[in-house]
């Protein structure tokens, strides 16, 4: 799309006369917006990131940190590093550099490995700490001692520091493992109530047949990729639970949103979809800038905000076996369908995102338009409601969509 705009944008002509450049002032005005939001979205992305990293801590109290403990050093006033600074200016690359050079670069780097492998400790706390279970079986209120000691060491380590939404992603406990015997325990105590006794019965040596035999190999498989991955279970389970479903996602995996149920703000039906967009699109920009707080139970114990992500700008393609999922970064607009008619709608202008009265403007121009739909275009909605494998093949057979 951006190279479509910037071939409009820009013409040239070739006459006796040189060569001729032309080209839209109001166009490179806005793509030069649209670059500045592009830019200015990787960089608050790159800025939580570290953030992200160094929490409990704060990136400024950080570099106040090192620059204390280096400034201390330096000045002889006292050395916090016990000598291993002027030690580490012997080796390179710092021996090339003059003393105070040298005992500077050589301060600052043992600082700042000191208070990176300090955060990584106090992180990796934290980590064992999540890895607590026992809250889950307390009734809420009327915690065991254990466990509000617990709740004050995690405390502890969470610091004051209001967290941001990925902030706890690095310091969630890993899905555990459980043994194929547990396993085998747990599933034939989950179909006991659904057999009879002789059902039951052959169950039970099935499940015997299998502990003993290519169970085991399978449970060699999970272990290893439990030993690579933070959930040993939950790509498998998108992949194979919803993607390679091939049932109808309008009654099945679909999701909506609507506005106001107990409050009617307008009766002016572009009005309230100019509303709803804009608050959903202003949800989006907070997720983008982490400003969403995460779910804490008893405002202590984090919840996984990894699909937070995939809220805006994620569509599952369709494909002949199984869909995939797309995620589209910086999206700068909504498809509108009215009246059989699909409408790309631009959300954002000038390095904006537009306010309610702009969307609403455009919404209205999508009511008043009584022009007619192109062939299949009112029915290609409809291809929602079939098998997966079918809306995959469709399109690619006929000008539908294209």
Not at 95 to 100: D, F, G, I, S
Not at 237 to 243: A, D, K
Not at 329 to 352: E, M, Q, W
């Amino acid at each position: 799309m951006a190279e479509a705009k910037l071939a409009v944008a820009f013409s040239f002509n070739v006459s006796h006369e040189g060569l001729r450049v032309d080209y839209d002032k109001e166009l490179v005005r806005e793509l030069m917006h649209t670059a500045k939001r592009s830019w200015r979205y990787r960089f608050i992305r790159f800025w939580n990131n570290i953030k992200n990293v160094v929490f409990p801590f704060t990136v400024p109290s950080l570099m106040a940190l090192i620059v204390l403990t280096s400034a201390l050093t330096v000045t002889d006033y006292w050395d916090p590093t016990f000598g291993f600074a002027r030690k580490l200016t012997a080796f390179l690359p710092w021996r090339y550099l003059n003393p105070r050079e040298a005992l500077i670069a050589s301060s600052l780097t043992i600082s700042t490995t000191t208070w990176a492998t300090f955060i990584f400790f106090v992180r990796w706390i934290t980590q064992l700490l999540l890895n607590y279970r026992g809250v889950l079986y307390e009734r809420r209120g009327r915690y065991s001692w254990k466990t509000k000691a617990w709740f004050m060491a995690v405390k502890l380590l969470q610091g004051s520091k209001k967290p941001q939404l990925y902030d706890y992603q690095g310091m969630m406990p890993i899905l555990p493992l459980p043994s194929l015997k547990e396993t085998m325990r747990r599933y034939l105590r989950s179909v006991r109530p659904l057999l009879d006794d002789s059902n039951y019965d052959r169950m039970t040596a099935l499940a015997t047949d299998f502990q003993k035999g290519v169970g085991r190999k399978f449970q060699r498989y999970l272990y290893f990729k439990h030993m690579i991955s933070s959930n040993y279970v939950s790509d498998w389970w998108e992949e194979y639970v919803y993607l390679r479903s091939r049932s109808p996602i309008m009654i099945n995996s679909n999701f909506y949103a609507m506005d106001a149920l107990l409050f009617r703000g307008t009766r002016i039906q572009a009005a309230r979809a100019a509303n709803l967009t804009h608050a959903l699109l202003t949800f989006r920009r907070m997720i983008h800038r982490q400003d969403v707080t995460p779910l804490l139970l008893d405002k202590t114990i984090p919840l996984c905000s990894w699909q937070y992500h995939r809220t805006f700008d994620t569509c599952r393609v369709p494909g002949i076996e199984t869909d995939k999922v797309v995620h589209f970064h910086n999206s700068s607009h909504i498809v509108v369908l009215s009246k059989g008619r699909f409408y790309k709608v631009p959300t954002h202008g000038r390095g904006r995102l537009l306010n309610p009265k702009e969307l609403e403007l455009q919404f209205e121009r999508i009511l008043q338009d009584n022009s007619t739909p192109q062939p299949g275009e009112d029915l290609l909605a409809a291809l929602t409601a079939g098998e997966r494998c079918g809306s995959s093949i469709f399109p690619s057979n006929t000008g539908v969509g294209q």
